[in-house]
């Protein structure tokens, strides 16, 4: 069955779903966008995604032709109108229609559409596996140059990363940044378990500030575990104890060996397993409701 999009304030059918040559989010990745999930029948942690995008739209001036509301509004339809109750949703707003120079002045209205489908799923073996990574070259953006916490349309830097990843035969790779402390990975936060304790890299060192990173250090907090946010090089990933990373897409997912190194005894740790399960009750009873 062909998915109904929202469009500028339409539901159409995908093949209709288009946007102008000249829209300079095309031109450009002049935008913004988020990628939520809804477990069940919820949208899980709707206000922290709005957050972020209406954050990142102030910074760029980018004025959203929806307030808070009316995009909740668009977001549950969407998903209502595709029958979807667990999902993954894909929200973009791009600076609009202009003409072909940088100057977003020409650019009238930003476009907004909203993509909601069924979820890809990590294979599970993943999970019971865990990940093997690399370190890429490619340096994560300088936040002095673009600020990670705008999660801007222009993700050339982490698709160079992929590629790098995807050559060396593994699922996803260290970022480091400009200075070479581990930063985050191309799509996902990462995180260490060293003497039980959490850590994870500090924002200011350009990583974006995920929603499940925030969610992980609220769920280690519940569960008695430290939790901090400090600088630390691959050195500190190859001797922690546990490591893992986390995203929308893949929860909270174990990493079993960094650089051909392996991670504590080489399988998902207890600390990460016992996060995951926490994780996975709270997406089953927490989020905006979609059908009432
Ligand atoms: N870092 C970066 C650079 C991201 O793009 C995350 C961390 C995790 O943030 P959340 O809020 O999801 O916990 C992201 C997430 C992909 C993909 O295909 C990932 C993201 C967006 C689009 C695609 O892996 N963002």
Redesign the pocket.
């Known amino acids: 069955m062909a998915l109904l999009i929202y469009l500028d304030g339409e539901l159409v059918p995908e093949e209709q779903a288009k946007i102008s040559v000249f829209d300079h989010g095309v031109l450009y990745g002049d935008g913004i966008?988020?990628?939520i999930r809804a477990y069940n029948g919820r949208v899980f942690r709707l206000e922290?995604?709005l957050d972020?995008l209406y954050d990142g739209a102030r910074a760029l001036q980018l004025d959203i032709p929806l307030d808070r509301t009316q995009m909740t509004e668009a977001i549950l339809e969407t998903l209502r109108a595709n029958q979807l109750r667990d999902a993954y949703i894909?929200l973009v707003v791009t600076r609009g229609v202009g003409d072909l120079g940088l100057d977003p002045q020409k650019c009238l209205r930003p476009t907004v559409f909203i993509i909601a489908d069924a979820i890809e799923l990590y294979p599970e073996e993943f999970y019971d596996k865990g990940l093997e990574l690399i370190t890429c070259s490619t340096r994560?953006n300088d936040p002095a140059a673009l600020d990670?916490g705008i999660?801007s349309l222009n993700?050339l830097n982490?698709i160079l990363a992929?590629m790098e990843t995807t050559q060396a035969g593994v699922p996803e790779g260290i970022?480091l940044s400009s200075e070479d402390y581990v930063a985050?990975?191309?799509?996902?936060?990462i995180f260490l378990v060293s003497s039980g304790k959490l850590i994870t890299p500090p924002l200011h060192i350009g990583?974006?500030?995920?929603?499940?990173?925030?969610?992980t250090i609220e769920l280690a907090q519940q569960q008695g575990i430290s939790a901090s946010e400090e600088l630390f090089r691959t050195k500190e990933v190859y001797c922690a104890d546990e490591c893992f990373l986390?995203?929308?897409?893949?929860e909270l997912i174990p990493v079993v060996t960094v650089d051909g190194r392996s991670i504590g005894d080489g399988k998902p740790g207890p600390i990460t397993k016992s996060l995951r399960e926490a994780f996975a009750d709270l997406t089953q009873s927490e989020g905006t409701p979609i059908y009432g």
Not at 246 to 250: D, E, F, L, S
Request: hydrophobic content about 30%; proline content about 0%; some cysteine.
């Open positions: 966008f988020e990628g922290a995604h972020r894909r994560r990670a999660k993700y982490n992929k970022m985050e990975c191309t799509g996902v936060n990583n974006l500030a995920g929603i499940t990173r925030q969610v986390t995203g929308t897409a893949a």
